[in-house]
């Protein structure tokens, strides 16, 4: 199974903050890398998918970037209901694979 | 609305066995790819079972592979998931979710809870 390793597993910022967080995969998975967005109790929502395409509804202040093995996510002008936990996901192979989570908490 | 709504979970003692099940409602389901995806409590996410269309292929992850058997009724617009010989590390929230032809899972369930304790 591919490995996703994402990093920090948390950070901690204040509003209008940018933060970056990564995801490296264990072999090269092309563009199949999608983020996700987790709040306490909830479902997962998908962000980003295919590094870079924003889903319908999804703030500008989100993007990605990467290929390859090395992907990135960024906020922008971070907001209050931004703070959550982030998820990478890797499509290129079954089975779909996370990576560990990165938890966005006030600072 | 495009909409799944998972149910079945519960308390089971370990050993024991439970079904879970998810209706999909809003979008053409014999058409999508199907996962159960797990969370223990403070967990990461773990895909647990993926079913393609019309059942052809299906992945179980090594954790309970033999214990759990997904399938699907298209007809009834239904995804299941058999659980047998449940183990204390089952314990999590299941969820599940259609998998997009661009390989993210983008419409997720509410998800159900399995507890299995004695």
């Given at each position: 199974d591919i490995q996703l390793t994402q990093t920090p597993s948390s950070v901690s910022a204040s509003v209008g903050d940018k933060v970056t967080i990564t995801c490296r995969a264990?072999?090269?998975?092309?563009?199949w890398l999608a983020w996700y967005q987790q709040k306490p109790g909830k479902a997962p929502n998908v962000l980003?998918?295919?590094?870079?395409y924003l889903q319908?509804?999804?703030?500008?202040r989100f993007s990605g970037s990467g290929y390859g093995t090395n992907f990135t996510l960024t906020i922008n002008?971070?907001?209050?209901?931004?703070f959550a936990t982030y998820f990478c996901q890797q499509g290129?192979?079954?089975?779909?694979t996370f990576g560990g989570g990165t938890k966005v908490e006030l600072k | 609305e495009v909409q799944l709504v998972e149910s079945g979970g519960g308390l089971v003692k370990p050993g024991g066995s439970l079904s879970l099940t998810c209706a999909a409602s809003g979008?053409?389901?014999?058409?999508y790819l199907m996962t159960w995806v797990r969370q223990a409590p403070g967990k990461a996410l773990e895909a647990v079972s993926t079913i393609n269309t019309g059942s052809t292929y299906i992945y179980y992850a090594d954790s309970v592979r033999g214990r759990f058997t997904i399938s699907r009724d298209d007809d009834k617009n239904s995804l299941s998931l058999h659980m047998n010989s449940?183990?204390?590390?089952?314990?999590a929230v299941y969820y599940c979710a259609r998998q997009h032809r661009s390989r993210n899972l983008d419409v997720w369930g509410q998800g159900t809870t399995v507890t299995v304790s004695s």
């Open positions: 264990s072999e090269g998975i092309y563009s980003i998918y295919a590094v870079t319908t509804g999804v703030p500008s002008n971070l907001q209050s209901e931004d290129n192979s079954f089975p779909v | 979008f053409s389901f014999g058409s449940l183990r204390h590390d089952d314990t």
